[in-house]
């Protein structure tokens, strides 16, 4: 769990990731251009994550008239938040493997579940489950988390797989 607390995704940890044998021992001292642009990725999620949960988080009590049911809006919050949670895991195991046909298959779903996230802050706004407010200020941070996401991709470097499904050639 995070240190602050404020939710559940785990601190990014360098050692982790050194000790999973993705980089040579005697390499350590390079600079990491796409490691470097990851940690600030998952760092800008990490602050996404929690405004999500501030946001999301209010459990509505019972139906009103005329609205969605409450467990109809729980389940889909719920669903907004298990994306957001796979976009941090996507974030984290791109740098596993120093892969580029791995790096880019999560490159595509945290696109994906971004941009989807950021779509739903709309429509959970004009459907009166969030306030102006926090809609705002999370597409904004989605938008932050984009030029970030840009820098982060143009550092793969492609290497010598191929991908079997011919998308990332």
Known sequence: MNS???????????????????????EEWKPNPTRDACKALYTKWNEIMIMLNGA??????????????????????????????EVAAKIRSSETGNMYILRMENAAIIRKNAQLIKSAMLTFNMEGEMEDNYCEAIRAEIDNFRELFKQWIATFQKDEFTDEWGLFV
């Open 56 to 85: 999301l988080g209010e459990e509505e009590d019972e139906d009103e008239p005329g609205q969605h049911s409450a467990l109809f809006i729980r389940e889909r919050k719920s669903m907004i938040l298990g994306d957001a949670f």
């Open 4 to 26: 602050d607390g404020l939710n559940d995704l785990p601190d990014w940890d360098d050692d982790f990731l050194r000790n999973l044998g993705d980089e040579d021992e005697t």
